[in-house]
C-alpha cells in the first residue's frame, strides 16, 4: 500500500516544511545548480536573505561567497559521477560569519518521471570540534615533548645516582680498610654492600628503561651475582644459585625486594658456613601467582646456629623486617635443615 499527495502544491508545501524542520543547513538545488529551496537554519547561519537567494545560482550568493573551489569540485565533477558524497569538507571565509568548517552532504535526485534532476545540499558546521581538535593535537604535542625531556632529566638523574652511590661505597671500603677496630670494619663493610645493593637495583632499573614493571629473574640473577662476586672468597666458595619465574613487580617494590635479598644472602655467607664446604649454596627462589608472590631465601649451612644472628635483633634483621612490612608481606622462619627465610604476599 503506498500514499501519494494528491497535487503538486501539495508536494511542494510537504517539501518545503521538511526542508524547514531540518536544524542544519540545507538547500536544494536544480541541475543548473540553482537554488530551488532553502531551510530556515540555512538563512540565519550564513546571514543570507531569502529574496535574494531563491532562483539564483549558488555561486552568486552573497556577493560570490559560495564560489568556493572545492564546493564546484563536489558539485560539478563528483556529484554528476557518484550521484552521493558524505563528509566531504570545507574550509572557509564566510563574509559576516567568518571563518567556518563545513561537513557537506550531498545527494543527486533523478526522477523516473522526468529528465530533471535536484541536487540535496546539506551542511554540518564542525568549527568548533575542528579547534577541540587542533588544540587536543597541540597539547598531546606539549605533553610528549614535556616526556621528553622529563626522560632525559631522569637520565641524568639516575647516572648522578649510580656515580654518587659509587663514591659512597668506594669511601665506606676505603674506610674499613684504614680503622683499626674489627667491629667497626665490620659494620662500614656490610654498609658498603648495602650501598652496592642500592646500586645495582638502581643500575637495572635504569637498564629496563624506565618501566613501572620489571622482571623478577634477571633482576635478581644480575643483584646476586653482584653479590657473590664481592662478598665470596676464594677460601670460602658459596655458590649463589636464582630461581625464579618470570613473574613482573612495581619498579617501586622491586628496590625494597632487592635490599631484602641483599641483606639476607649477605647474612647467609656471614654465618651460614663457619666451616669451609665444597658443596656450599644459598638458594634465592621467587614464585609468582595471581597478585600474590613468594620470595625464599635458602642455605644448606648449619641451620640453627645461622639463626642467631637475627634473632639478636641487628641493623640488617631492623632493616629486613621493616621492608617486609613495607610490602605488606609475612615473613617466617625456618632452622632446619639449614637456614630458610620465606617472605609471602598474598594476592
Request: with cysteine.
Amino acid at each position: 500500500m503506498s500514499t501519494t499527495i494528491p497535487g503538486i502544491e501539495d508536494a511542494q508545501t510537504l517539501a518545503q516544511a521538511i526542508v524547514d524542520t531540518i536544524h542544519e543547513p540545507l538547500i536544494v538545488l536544480d541541475g543548473g545548480l540553482r537554488v530551488l529551496a532553502a531551510s530556515r537554519a540555512f538563512y540565519e547561519i550564513f546571514k543570507v536573505d531569502p529574496g535574494h537567494t531563491m532562483g539564483r545560482l549558488l555561486y552568486d550568493l552573497g556577493d560570490g561567497q559560495w564560489n568556493i573551489p572545492a564546493l564546484r569540485l563536489l558539485l560539478e565533477t563528483i556529484i554528476p559521477e557518484k550521484t552521493a558524497m558524505d563528509g566531504f569538507e570545507v574550509d572557509h571565509h564566510f563574509p559576516g560569519v567568518g571563518r567556518r568548517t563545513m561537513l557537506l552532504n550531498a545527494r543527486k535526485v533523478i526522477y523516473a518521471t522526468s529528465d530533471n534532476s535536484t541536487i540535496l545540499l546539506a551542511f554540518t558546521d564542525v568549527t568548533a570540534r575542528r579547534v577541540v581538535e587542533r588544540e587536543l593535537a597541540d597539547l598531546l604535542e606539549h605533553t610528549e615533548e614535556l616526556l621528553r625531556q622529563k626522560q632525559v632529566l631522569l637520565q641524568e638523574m639516575q647516572h648522578r645516582v649510580a656515580n654518587s652511590l659509587q663514591i659512597i661505597a668506594s669511601i665506606l671500603l676505603i674506610k674499613a680498610r684504614a680503622v683499626t677496630s674489627e667491629e667497626t670494619r665490620l659494620h662500614l663493610k656490610d654498609a658498603h654492600q648495602r650501598v652496592l645493593s642500592v646500586a645495582e637495583v638502581q643500575s637495572h632499573l635504569h637498564a629496563s628503561g624506565g618501566l613501572d614493571q620489571i622482571e623478577v629473574g634477571p633482576y635478581l640473577t644480575k643483584l646476586c651475582g653482584s653479590l657473590g662476586a664481592s662478598m665470596v672468597g676464594e677460601t670460602q666458595p658459596i655458590r649463589i644459585k636464582v630461581e625464579a619465574d618470570h613473574g613482573l613487580i612495581g619498579s617501586d617494590k622491586a628496590v625494597s625486594m632487592g635490599l631484602i635479598v641483599t641483606e639476607l644472602v649477605i647474612n647467609a655467607i656471614k654465618y651460614a658456613f663457619p666451616a669451609s664446604r665444597a658443596d656450599a649454596v644459598v638458594t634465592v627462589s621467587y614464585a609468582s601467582a595471581g597478585g600474590g608472590w613468594t620470595l625464599v631465601v635458602h642455605d644448606n649451612g648449619v641451620g640453627g646456629d645461622n639463626a642467631a644472628p637475627p634473632a639478636h635483633g641487628g641493623l640488617g634483621t631492623a632493616i629486613v623486617e621493616a621492608l617486609v612490612k613495607q610490602l605488606e608481606a609475612r615473613m617466617t622462619l625456618s632452622a632446619s635443615p639449614g637456614m630458610t627465610v620465606s617472605i609471602n604476599r598474598a594476592a
